[in-house]
């Protein structure tokens, strides 16, 4: 059964809607270059965007598709396009939703604003498989190149061995130079280490939003807070995301000052594992009539926003970012993930964890038995699953999510009064 | 009893290789799937052993694996929760899929008996960099053998393991190329048999059988071959159910292109001084799996299987949720289907959801 209740996420910061300007700015952007006749790129995953901002390169990274179109309500249709191209319904939805955007012959208005067919597509594997293989489909359906980054999964744990370093860096310099015989120059050095640099600045400011978010009451939750991750997704290597980061992180520090919370009477923090409901943001919001916030959400660390930062080394620019997409905590397998929540928890005095399964998922549906266990195992802190998908809305029913939520905190409630 | 039965009726009771083996005071490695060189593990002494699911329904694995991933993991996992792994004395898996790469997680994390060792093969072939890893990778685990084993891997072991698993391929390579004729010796349902105790059996036994077989079969023809003749490809199918259904309705399947089959065989190693890079090689040079980059290989594959096989139609078969065919299957489609018809299945791993396509299966049979 599906519902059309849906309703946008409601956000309570100033910063983040600078931010959304800076996201269609972006796209705006692309769209230009793409009429002036500049290579574009299709990209996904965690390909390391401070290449391409080294690189001066028009991206448009296809995860964000499903994302606006979904939260326009409109992914459904796209979706319904890519099955009939013969793509099954156990296809990851969010490819299922960018690969019907990618071979629609008519697209909505709203999704013509910013896209725009390739010249190029630049892949990898991390962190699922989907993000290489729809990607070769859509190569084909354009008939345009197509460069691959393998990303070895993360056996080791913090001690990456140098010949796994070489082998992910000897990629990033094949991209460069694919970039450069597609029309995009030849690569700036110095270019690259500055934007190492600003990646490092960036994740330390990132670190420092994230202190002020542990604040009780916390001063943004995770409504703001995915619109927040963009420059850590897709602005890492920029001045951009510094400027809007150093903003946010004032306005946050005001807050905590003054003691404002996203509630004024927060009784309950919250942590969602899994896709978050872009389909219907104001989920999010619902807790809150419970005096429950959802602090945080793990995608919003989905590109590399969970590392220590003295890995970065402008220096050795295309090294740091191995390191860096090596150690990432998505890439599998699991125990950085499980780690990084069970700490996240404790940091963040989160009371319970919401996690969603988003059924054609091949990768987070297998973290959530550990990290509940884990999280249970370290802090006592509980774990719901369900299941939630947020991208195709015939997969998804309100109401029973709505209910999964009800009965979720008025547990975490009774025994908080007990 | 012919060979041919002898080596299907090993099937019944797989375990008995293994009980057989460990009797004389050997260990085994059970593995997943066939990025694992077997003959590193062979070549330390002990029994590579392809750890096959059962169409048992799942039981406590489903507490731990959503539903939506992969079943025949959840399958391997539930058998390994039940204790029926115990025998093994290590599980070796390689980087595959998205479910594998879970299973490892969930196995380290709830399984204590069996240690889970994981290889990290690149998805990326004919690269000179990703040999250059792989390699580094091949060495730690021949040292993980070694030190499980108590056995040093020296150079003309290897070279020797190699062989043998390369007589293995050839002589199914053999067996099934037999399968091109007009009537062919065998039908689908058995080749796969065939080829499953094969992988199963030690390569010792295996290779005397199947020279027997060849020459056994050599002038078998089947009954009812004059139906349309049917390649399957996909996954993994460890049990005979769909190929014996497609050959009930009438089709004549002639090549399989499975884990459990032709995968596992079609190629062999190339001469190399070098045993350690014989092996990088001819995992990262042979174009088996949907998860390997770039894809085009496994295409002119399949159209290689399709011209010399006769074939008419094809069967796209997949397991639920196993990502990495569901996308090739899209992909390749649409350009197969300009030549041969394709009807693509997806099914459950213990092929439960089977009585429902057969109308599918018997349409697709009677359009050819
Ligand atoms: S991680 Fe899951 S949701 Fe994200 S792209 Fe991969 S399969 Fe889709
Ligand atoms: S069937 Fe597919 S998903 Fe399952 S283990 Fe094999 S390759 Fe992976």
């Known amino acids: 059964m599906t519902t059309k209740v849906t309703t946008p996420g409601e956000k309570s910061l100033e910063t983040t809607a600078e931010i959304s300007k800076a996201i269609k700015a972006y796209y705006g952007g692309v769209k230009v270059a793409k009429e002036e006749g500049k290579p574009i790129i299709w990209s996904y995953g965690l390909t390391p965007r401070e290449i391409f901002h080294a690189m001066d390169a028009h991206v448009i990274y296809l995860e964000h598709l499903p994302l606006m179109v979904g939260a326009k309500q409109l992914s459904g249709h796209y979706i319904q396009v890519a099955e009939e191209e013969g793509f099954s319904r156990d296809v990851c939805a969010f490819h299922r939703c960018f690969l019907g955007c990618a071979v629609a012959s008519e697209r909505d208005p709203y999704l013509d604003q910013f896209f725009v067919d390739p010249d190029f597509i630049i892949a990898t594997n991390l962190p699922c498989m989907s993000e290489s293989k729809s990607f070769l489909y859509a190569a084909d359906h354009h008939n345009v190149p197509y460069y691959f980054i393998d990303a070895p999964i993360n056996t080791w744990g913090k001690d990456i061995p140098d010949y796994a370093i070489e082998y992910y860096a000897g990629q990033l310099k094949g991209t460069l130079d694919f970039m450069s015989e597609h029309g995009l120059g030849t690569v700036d050095w110095d270019k690259l280490k500055e934007a190492v640099s600003l990646s490092k600045k960036l994740i330390l400011l990132w670190n420092e939003i994230d202190k002020c978010r542990q604040a009780v009451p916390t001063p943004m939750g995770t409504v703001d807070g995915l619109t927040a991750a963009y420059p850590l997704i897709q602005l890492p290597g920029t001045q951009l995301g510094v400027t809007l980061f150093e903003r946010l992180l004032k306005e946050l520090k005001g807050k905590v000052e003054r003691g404002e919370g996203v509630l004024d009477d927060e009784k309950l923090r919250l942590l969602w594992f899994g896709v978050p409901p872009f389909y219907n943001m104001g989920l999010l919001n619902y807790v809150e009539k419970y005096g429950a916030v959802v602090v945080k959400s793990m995608i919003e660390y989905i590109a590399g926003g969970a590392y220590d930062p003295s890995i970065m080394d402008p220096d050795k620019p295309l090294e740091s970012l191995a390191y860096k997409a090596l150690v990432d905590i998505v890439n599998p397998i699991s125990e950085n993930m499980v780690n990084f929540i069970r700490e996240t928890v404790k940091d963040f005095h989160i009371d319970g964890v919401i996690g969603v399964v988003k059924r054609s998922c091949g990768l987070l549906p297998g973290y959530m038995r550990p990290v509940k266990d884990a999280v249970y195992e370290d802090s006592g802190v509980p774990t719901t699953i369900f299941d939630l998908d947020g991208l195709d809305i015939r997969e998804y029913d309100d109401a029973t999510s709505k209910a999964n939520l009800d009965s979720f905190i008025e547990a975490l409630l009774a025994s908080k009064r007990r | ?368």
């Open chain 2, 1 to 368: 009893m012919t060979t041919l039965e002898r080596m299907i009726g090993i099937l019944d009771a797989p375990e008995q290789v293994v009980m057989d083996w460990k009797a004389k005071g050997k260990k085994v490695i059970g593995y997943r799937c066939l990025y694992v060189p077997e003959e590193i593990i062979h070549a330390a002494a002990m029994l590579p052993y392809a750890t096959l699911g059962t169409p048992e329904p799942i039981t406590k694995a489903d507490s731990y694996f959503q539903p939506c991933a992969c079943e025949f993991v959840r399958n391997i996992f539930d058998l390994g929760l039940d204790g029926k792994f115990d025998f093994l004395d290590g599980l070796v898996l390689s980087n595959t899929c998205d479910a594998v790469r879970h299973l490892k997680n969930m196995w380290t994390t709830y399984i204590d008996s069996v240690p889970c060792y994981m290889l990290n093969n690149p998805q990326k072939m004919y690269d000179e960099p990703a040999f250059k890893f792989y390699r580094h990778e091949l060495e730690g685990f021949k040292k993980t053998m070694e030190d499980l084993s108590g056995n040093k891997i020296s150079d003309a072991s290897l070279r020797e393991s190699i062989d043998l698993y390369d007589e293995t391929r050839r002589l199914l390579k053999e067996l099934n190329g037999l399968r091109r004729r007009d009537v062919p010796p065998i039908s689908g349902a058995e080749a796969l048999m065939i080829s499953m105790a094969a992988i199963l059996m030690p390569k010792e036994e295996t290779n005397a059988l199947l020279l027997q077989l060849i020459d056994e079969v050599k002038t078998r023809e089947i009954k009812d071959a004059d139906g349309p003749r049917i390649m399957v490809t996909g996954s993994i199918i460890d049990n005979p159910t769909l190929i014996e259904l497609v050959e009930d309705m009438g089709g004549v399947v002639v090549a399989d292109d499975l884990c459990t089959s032709m995968k596992y065989f079609w190629y062999q190693t190339k001469p190399n001084e070098d045993p350690m890079d014989a092996i990088v090689r001819f995992n990262l040079e042979r174009s088996v799996c949907a998860c390997m980059h770039p894809s085009e290989e496994r295409y002119d594959f399949l159209q290689e299987v399709i011209g010399e096989f006769a074939v008419d139609g094809i069967i796209y078969f997949n397991v639920k949720y196993c990502h990495p065919f569901v996308y090739e299957s899209a992909t390749f489609r649409k350009k197969l289907e300009e030549e041969t018809p394709v009807l693509a299945l997806e099914v459950d791993h213990s092929l439960s959801g089977l009585g429902q396509l057969k109308t599918r299966v018997q349409a697709f049979i009677e359009m050819l």
